[in-house]
């Protein structure tokens, strides 16, 4: 079974501080994960996706994410907060080779950028 | 979001009522999604459709029902079985075919209130 475990729900930052949202994954085999942001009454927006390849991955407004396979991790990272990232994040996750099944998805984690 | 259109944006359903939530997708994706959404819990996966006439259940199917009578349209049907429905409602679509592997694009949402 796959399952994703976001252990903070809240992470409190100053603007200009680097942030980190943390992310574990349980899969069987290897994992094809994804961060996605939500803003308030919206959808969720893609941020970035590790498939295979560097461990390092950049997403879209200047976030990234560093995946760890012996940790069964994948952090999202951003070196300087704004307060316009304040927002709730989605980790989640899927086999590899699971033959397109669904992803599964984290509880999610409330980012504040305080000023 | 992304040519991905949910409606109504709010909907209140009287204690008895079946409703209906509607999913209209012009990104010519091959899968679609319902997830509801709860403070602090996550998604979770209600249904999902591959292909045109077929449908799995997920992990909250109980009380809901779906259609996938064209590519395009996924509707949700909120029954009166389902106790407590009161929760914001995304649809989310992918391609399953195609180089790489693009994870989901989401609607703006559906918020139920039951009253």
């Known amino acids: 079974a796959q399952s994703v475990a976001q252990p903070e729900d809240q992470v409190n930052v100053a603007e200009g501080n680097p942030l980190t949202v943390k992310c574990t994954y349980s899969v069987s085999g290897n994992p094809y994960l994804f961060w996605y942001v939500q803003y308030p009454n919206r959808g969720l927006q893609f941020l970035l996706k590790y498939i295979t390849g560097d461990n390092l991955v950049k997403g879209s407004y200047g976030f990234e994410a560093e995946f760890n396979k012996s940790q069964t991790s994948f952090h999202l990272k951003k070196p300087s907060a704004l307060v316009s990232d304040s927002a709730l994040y989605f980790c989640a996750v899927r086999a590899l080779n699971s033959g397109n099944t669904p992803l599964v998805f984290g509880k999610g984690t409330r980012l504040s950028v305080i000023a | 979001d992304g040519g991905i259109t949910q409606s109504p944006k709010y909907l209140f359903r009287k204690e008895g009522q079946n409703v209906t939530l509607s999913c209209e997708q012009n990104?010519?994706?091959?899968?679609m999604y319902w997830y509801r959404q709860d403070p602090g819990q996550g998604l979770r996966l209600i249904y999902y459709?591959?292909?045109?006439?077929?449908?799995q259940k997920g992990d909250i199917a109980e009380g809901y029902s779906v259609s996938r009578e064209k590519k395009e349209s996924f509707p949700l049907t909120v029954t009166s079985a389902q106790k407590n429905p009161t929760a914001f409602y995304l649809c989310?679509?992918?391609?399953?075919?195609?180089?790489?592997?693009?994870?989901?694009?989401f609607g703006s949402g559906t918020r139920l209130t039951v009253v």
């Open positions: 990104l010519n994706h091959d899968a």
């Open positions: 989310a679509t992918t391609p399953l075919t195609g180089p790489g592997d693009y994870g989901y694009t």
């Open positions: 459709s591959q292909i045109v006439n077929d449908f």
